[in-house]
């Protein structure tokens, strides 16, 4: 059984700092990119931060200089460091990551989200 299992979200105050994990389990192919989306009450997802199998980085604009995505790959886990928080970071993150299996074939897998508040 797949699960992607975030963990750190919560509640800071603005200008604080949060640091998201997520431990991928249960997928049998080799992992491709991880990433954060994230989800806020009116507005469409957007990604946050990705993370390539090789390292490579992209991030959403408003978060560049601010989060660091990172991955551990021998564990499957992908960290997202978030400082200078602002109430507008607030929202729900979701984990992702995808695999190619022997048909190059990707699947897309998500975790169940965690809650990021920040309060100005």
């Known amino acids: 059984q797949v699960q992607l299992a975030e963990s750190g979200g919560g509640s800071v105050q603005a200008g604080g700092s949060l640091r998201l994990s997520c431990a991928a389990s249960g997928i049998t192919f080799s992992i491709n990119s991880m990433g954060w989306y994230r989800h806020a009450p009116g507005k469409q997802r957007e990604l946050v931060a990705g993370?390539?199998?090789?390292?490579?980085?992209n991030y959403l604009d408003q978060v560049k200089g601010r989060f660091t995505i990172s991955r551990d790959n021998a564990k499957n886990t992908v960290y997202l460091q978030m400082n200078s928080l602002k109430s507008e970071d607030t929202a729900v993150y979701y984990c992702?990551?995808?695999?190619?299996?022997?048909?190059?074939?990707?699947?897309?897998?998500w975790g169940q989200g965690t809650q990021v508040t920040v309060s100005s």
């Open positions: 992702h990551a995808d695999a190619y299996n022997r048909f190059s074939h990707l699947y897309h897998y």
């Open positions: 993370i390539g199998s090789g390292g490579s980085t």
